[in-house]
């Protein structure tokens, strides 16, 4: 006797609400040339990141909402991804901004090349950043800890329960604060010394008038970043790691987890 496979409506729309709050996260989620993918891609990741989550898909047998409660029950679910999305795209920010921070006064905002993400032209350092980014995102279990969000959050919030208020928006912007700060503690080694080749370099303008300094300080501040660059790089996994835990924090609290 041919056996058959039934799906039942519940499942399939417990697979469609948990599709719909994986495909919020990914929207925010800037994976190096993710963005530059195929649409088809792109649904095929999230395909297969909701089936991962597929032990802890709400159960809703018995289940009849109407066609007004299905679409407020979607957003409430994208709503849920885009802030895990957005608590993971800040974990990624912090090495592009601190490239950002130090490409222009090391000379490097002029070295223009391809940006994965965006297929425009950028800065050669902020490219390096963002590649580095994506890989100790999945290297330091990030992507683990993704996961674990959305395991937590299928657990514990209904679908439809989640409403996004006030306090939420405001620990967020917090969050993108400290951007600014983990990003400046990365840059600030490499743009103190920088200032102090700059300030040598105009002593010694200053003491010789004849000296040609100005050919010499474009490869002097590039090398110098460059070297500095190398021996500080050691410290961004410790950086990023320890701001991750408080994106992770936030964005627990903000989804009452």
């Given at each position: 006797m041919p056996a058959s496979l039934t799906i039942s409506a519940s499942t399939v729309l417990a697979f469609l609400l948990v599709l719909a709050r994986v495909s919020g996260a990914m929207v925010f989620v800037p994976l190096p040339g993710f963005s530059g993918t195929p649409g088809i891609a792109r649904a095929a990741f999230s395909l297969a990141f909701t089936?991962?989550?597929?032990?802890?898909?709400?159960?809703l047998q018995g289940a009849s909402p109407s066609a007004g409660t299905l679409v407020a029950w979607a957003v409430a679910e994208a709503a849920i991804g885009v802030a895990i999305g957005l608590a993971a795209?800040?974990?990624?920010?912090?090495?592009?901004?601190?490239?950002?921070?130090?490409?222009m006064p090391?000379?490097?905002?002029?070295?223009?090349?391809?940006?994965?993400?965006?297929l425009a032209d950028s800065s050669i350092l902020i490219v390096v950043a963002q590649l580095m980014a994506g890989l100790l995102f999945f290297v330091m279990g990030m992507d683990g800890q993704v996961l674990r969000l959305f395991s937590a959050s299928l657990e514990k919030i209904p679908p439809g329960a989640y409403v996004f208020q006030l306090a939420s928006a405001e620990a967020f912007i917090r969050l993108s604060g400290s951007v600014l700060a983990a990003g400046a503690r990365l840059a600030l080694p490499v743009v103190a010394l920088l200032v102090m080749v700059d300030v040598a370099l105009a002593l010694v303008g200053r003491l010789n008038a004849q000296l040609q300094l100005l050919s010499l300080a474009f490869p002097a501040k590039m090398l110098t970043a460059l070297f500095v660059l190398t021996a500080v790089l050691a410290l961004y996994p410790r950086v990023m790691g320890q701001f991750s835990l408080s994106a992770w924090r936030v964005a627990q609290r903000v989804l009452g987890l």
């Open positions: 089936l991962a989550l597929a032990p802890r898909w709400p159960s795209a800040t974990v990624l920010e912090v090495l592009t901004f601190a490239a950002q921070m130090l490409g090391a000379g490097y905002g002029y070295a223009q090349t391809i940006d994965p993400n965006t």
